[in-house]
């Protein structure tokens, strides 16, 4: 039997005249400071993972997670073409990270009203391209309708468009294009979406890749440049570099070069703003550990001390330091894994109120999200479940030497 063991539960778990009149409150007060931590690291990275998931996700959705195209593209919409073969959609998709590739050509423009107008982007995609973004975030209205033969005049805009002219489903509406000669086309809105992300939502207009080959007097194969989706972003820098590297030294049909560039490389500030979240994620999850420390070790100081009488009379039998000591520290196991368990109760029920319910709302035009999102990694769980029970028990080490300052002969009279 394990004798360090046994008295411990005995301690912990003992009824009656066993309990001591100060432990009860200490056991709950340490308990409860495990409990507040956990929970609140729990929902401190549920809710900034969410947030990166959501915002990620909106930027990859309008462009993708790597593009390629020529290097002259970086700085504006008004592109060079690059050919496109099949062959070469068709090499991609060798790649098992390669979820999904599509061409693309973009073009800017100005709608017009009788009333108004605004500078836009037209983003023109053919028949291969995956909806599944603008689907998801459709308020109205449908997807416009592209065909291999036929050039199609429909487009989808966003609500910021349709708000600021006063536009809405079946209208029609003129975008006029700057080139030597300003052009007009005339478009019919067959859907509006919202995706809350301004900073695209008051710029981009989906319609058909034709009529920008049309405007530019491009052929068939020629496009902006090419999308890639890939089935996990954790692929992303590594796949950059390898197509990087792949299309370095090739050129299309017409003499272009290539150039391979990932959805971070296109927005460094977003990207660069999103990294700096983790900092907060982290200051955040060393305060909680440190709280929680902290009252784990007052905690265990007040049952040492009350347990005084009890460590003489061991000592006094025979009994070790380390042995004592290894008594005092099953208790404090028993104590995180109790405030470990509510800990998990209270945070995982937080997060599933507020991922189902969405209690907590936000500002969209601040934060691109309309309330506080939740997104659960059963790894991130576990690992700080185990961060938190290591943590908790190297910090209460220390507190644990205290036995061997008790001696058995005044101890034992200790009341």
């Not at 340490?30 to 609140?40: C, D, F, H, P, Q």
Request: hydrophobic share 45%; with cysteine; glycine share 6%.
């Amino acid at each position: 039997m394990n004798l360090e063991l046994f008295i411990a539960k005995r301690i912990h778990f003992g009824k009656g005249g066993e309990i001591q009149k100060v432990s009860p409150p200490a056991i709950r007060i340490a308990t409860i400071g495990v409990a507040l931590g956990l929970s609140v690291m729990i929902l401190a990275v549920a809710i900034v993972i969410g947030f990166k998931k959501e915002i990620r996700d909106k930027i990859i959705g309008f462009n993708s997670h790597i593009q390629i195209s020529t290097f002259d593209n970086n700085l504006s919409y008004e592109t060079h073409p690059i050919s496109i073969s099949t062959q070469q959609k068709d090499s991609l998709m060798q790649y098992p990270e390669i979820k999904h590739v599509e061409t693309f050509a973009t073009k800017p423009g100005i709608l017009k009203t009788n009333d108004s107008f605004m500078g836009i982007a037209l983003k023109g995609v053919s028949t291969d391209y995956d909806w599944s973004f603008f689907k998801s975030s459709l308020k109205e209205g449908t997807l416009p309708q592209i065909s291999d033969s036929l050039v199609s005049d429909e487009i989808i805009i966003s609500q910021y468009i349709a708000d600021k002219l006063h536009l809405s489903i079946n209208d029609n509406i003129l975008c006029y294009f700057v080139q030597e000669n300003i052009r007009a086309r005339k478009f019919k809105i067959s859907g509006i979406y919202q995706t809350n992300f301004t900073d695209y939502d008051k710029f981009f207009i989906i319609g058909d890749e034709k009529q920008i080959q049309k405007l530019n007097g491009w052929e068939k194969d020629q496009h902006s440049g090419i999308e890639i989706q890939l089935y996990s972003f954790n692929d992303l820098e590594r796949l950059t570099e390898e197509l990087y590297f792949k299309f370095l030294d090739q050129t299309d049909a017409y003499g272009e070069n290539y150039y391979v560039k990932s959805i971070k490389d296109q927005n460094p500030q977003l990207f660069s703003w999103l990294d700096l979240l983790d900092l907060n994620v982290w200051v955040i999850l060393i305060l909680m550990s440190i709280v929680a420390g902290f009252t784990m070790i007052s905690g265990l100081l007040i049952i040492i001390l009350e347990r005084t009488n009890m460590i003489g009379v061991l000592k006094a039998l025979g009994a070790s330091n380390l042995s004592i000591r290894k008594i005092f520290l099953y208790v404090a196991v028993f104590l995180v894994g109790k405030g470990l368990l509510w800990g998990n109760v209270i945070g995982l029920g937080l997060c599933a109120i507020q991922y189902y319910f969405k209690i907590i709302k936000l500002d969209p035009e601040i934060y691109y999200i309309t309330s506080v999102p939740i997104s659960l990694n059963i790894t991130y769980i576990i690992l700080l479940n185990i961060a938190s029970m290591a943590i908790s028990l190297l910090m209460l080490l220390g507190p644990s030497y205290l036995v061997s300052l008790i001696r058995p002969a005044k101890s034992i009279k200790f009341e």
